[in-house]
């Protein structure tokens, strides 16, 4: 191992290349701020290679196969099987063939220094670049280190578990082969969309959900509508059971999950999605007073309470685990950076440019089932826990001539949350074929606060599946 003497200066040094960390340095960078970008992996992150891109990449296709086949004149087009190797060359394509020529290109274009790396805070705003030769090279920063080091994925350490060789987002995303059978442990949003994509590629998939139902971060209506629709499609899902060991027969051969109800499951592999956990056991962190391991506080221009000069942005800093709202975060925390580098006010009001106060009050998330199900802000149960006086409006999507003509027997639910008090919205969800796209509108009444009398004055095309908004309108006001 050999170490640089004397460290290199940059105004802004970022740990992590992906989506976040990328934008970060574009915002600095615009700001004339010389950066240094650490990336131990790919430049892109999870997000490009095992997460966002392949996934939505592998759905595509079932999507809009599946929204083909309730379409009167079409459906009998679509009845085959999907073409598995198209599929997976799609999302090799998608993914970049995990290489990260375009977005090294990208970085430089910006002029962001590029370290390929492992980088470890040494000392307060001093950061050490492990090289994969082994080198060490020093780097200081004039103004901030932003911590941009995302999430893995978490297996629990359930008997028989390393030998079994189960699968994560990764696998589950990168896979080169169908497998014959599946077991996806967990019923959130990886869970779903995978069991979407195998199921439909053609893998037996049976869930495993320790909780009542899928999706128990939405409204209950979200996980009961793609449950059914998963069941329909022949996944067989199984609610209040855990799995308590793993075997893999052989070394190489079928996988079986034992279950705390005394049964057991066979597969060709077993998908755990299980959670998340913060990238920073390895970091140093423990060099400027915080626990290694930890997810990173922030306040709302993502600096790491205590410091005036550490930043998190991203998955890392645990406020929202999403490439838009990292990204979101990215150029606030990148612009604060810069603010306050060159002596400028802050605008931190309340949405403030400063400020990310979205993360508190309108993280839209689309799950690209089928259904979709979409949601932004707080559910019925969220905004009553937080102590709002509320009024839940639902309406069946179905019964919106759009929705009717977007698919023959359209199945679909929403909800808006209404605070009675201040009477704007304080959440909405959406669930059905084809609402992903609907979501922003939901988001900008939230985010915009817009009166709910004013929203009486959003006039609906028809006929789409935006006229759920009129429907939803007359509802309240009755
Ligand atoms: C299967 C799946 C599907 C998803 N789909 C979506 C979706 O459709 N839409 C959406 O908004 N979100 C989605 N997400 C979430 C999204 O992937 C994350 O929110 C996003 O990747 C977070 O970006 P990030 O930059 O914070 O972290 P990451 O993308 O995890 O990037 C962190 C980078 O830091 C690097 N790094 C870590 N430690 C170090 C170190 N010490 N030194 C140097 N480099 C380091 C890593 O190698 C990595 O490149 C999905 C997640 C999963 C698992």
Known sequence: MTHAAEPVA?????????????????????????????????????????????????????????????????????????????VLAHRDEYASHWKDDGQVAWLDGIGADI???????????????????????????????????????????????????????????????????????????????????????????TMLVRGEGLLPRMEPFAGELVAEALTEAGADIRTGVSATAVRRAGGDGPVTVELDNGESVEADEVLFATGRAPHTDDLGLETVGLEPGSWLTVDDTCRVEGTDWLYAAGDVNHRALLTHQGKYQARIAGDAIAARAQGKQLDTAPWGAHSATADHAAVPQVVFTDPEAASVGLSLAEAEEAGHRVRAVDYDLASVAGAGLYADGYRGRARMVVDLDREVLLGVTFVGPGIGELLHSATMAVAGEIPVARLWHVVPSYPTISEIWLRLLETYRG
């Open 10 to 86: 940059y105004d802004v040094v970022v740990i992590g290349a992906g989506p976040v960390g990328e934008n970060v340095a574009d915002r600095a960078r615009a700001a004339g701020l010389t950066t240094a970008v650490v990336e131990s992996e790919l430049i892109g992150g999870e997000c490009s290679y095992w997460a966002c891109m392949p996934s939505k990449a592998l759905l595509r296709p079932v999507v809009a196969r599946a929204d083909a086949r309730r379409v009167p004149g079409l459906s009998g087009a679509v009845q085959g099987p999907l073409d598995a190797a198209a």
């Open 115 to 205: 370290l390929r790396g492992h980088g470890r805070l040494t000392g307060p705003k001093e950061v050490t670049v492990t090289a994969p030769d082994g080198t060490e090279r020093r780097l200081t920063a004039r103004h901030a280190v932003v911590v941009c080091t995302g999430s893995r994925a978490v297996v629990p350490g359930l008997p028989g578990i390393d030998e079994a060789r189960p699968w994560t987002s990764r696998e589950a995303t990168s896979a080169k082969e169908v497998p014959g059978r599946l077991v996806v442990v967990g019923g959130g949003v990886v869970g779903v969309e995978m069991a979407t994509v195998w199921n439909a590629l053609g893998s037996d998939v």
